[in-house]
């Protein structure tokens, strides 16, 4: 069975400040794809980024990357410069085929001014 | 206009009775989801369809039914609510015809309330 595991219920960091939120995961699978997804206050679900396993690039989009590593099977999100507006839950979450998302348990992210 | 749309957004209810959570798209995916929120579990799959002719069950689909009335449209029913299904529902969809296959888009969730 795929597992993910986010071990940091609770994270904060100053405005402007680096921050990285944890995340494991385990599947028997050799191609499958990792999220992150943040949920505001709002609840919406939102993508903020994804990475291919066959890809041994990190993924990047703008102020938030990813360390990828797969022997280790896990799956770092960095923030940088983080910004008020990035105070959220966030969930990593793993799939293979187009079956189902496995979710962790997520990470509250505060931001403080 | 949002690409993924639920309604009702919210909804209280009584015990033992029937509700219908309604999600539309207009993404032009095929594939659509039903999850289920509650605190300190993330997301967990109710039932998943991949076209109109296909549903299948998630992990917790005991309770839930679904309806796939159209391409852009999927439908979780609670038969019988009952308060422990209390929780934050999610639709979401994905497209099977592009490289980018496995993303998932989400809906805005619906907070059911079973008293």
């Known amino acids: 069975a795929q597992t993910v595991t986010q071990s940091q219920p609770e994270m904060s960091v100053q405005e402007a400040e680096t921050v990285t939120l944890s995340c494991t995961y385990d599947t028997s699978e050799s191609d499958y794809y990792l999220f992150w997804y943040k949920q505001p206050p709002s609840r919406q679900m939102i993508l903020v980024i994804r990475q291919e396993a066959y890809k041994q690039q990190n993924a990047t989009e703008n102020r938030f990357s990813v360390n990828f590593q797969k022997a280790a099977k896990s799956f770092s999100l960095k923030i940088s410069d983080s910004q008020l507006g990035d105070a959220a839950m966030y969930f990593c979450a793993l799939t293979q085929g187009a079956q189902k998302l496995v979710f962790g348990q997520g990470t509250r992210l505060t931001i403080n001014p | 206009d949002a690409d993924v749309t639920q309604t009702p957004r919210n909804r209280i209810t009584k015990t033992g009775k029937r509700i219908m959570l309604e999600c539309s798209q207009t993404k032009g995916h095929d594939r659509m989801y039903w999850y289920r929120q509650d605190p300190g579990l993330g997301l967990r799959l109710i039932y998943y369809s991949f076209d109109v002719k296909d549903i299948n069950k998630g992990e917790i689909s005991d309770g839930y039914s679904v309806s796939r009335q159209a391409q852009a449209k999927f439908s979780l029913s609670l038969e019988s609510a009952i308060p422990n299904q209390t929780a934050l529902y999610f639709c979401?969809?994905?497209?099977?015809?592009?490289?980018?296959?496995?993303?998932?888009?989400f809906g805005p969730g619906t907070r059911l309330t079973v008293l």
């Open positions: 979401a969809t994905s497209d099977s015809g592009t490289g980018i296959s496995d993303t998932q888009y």
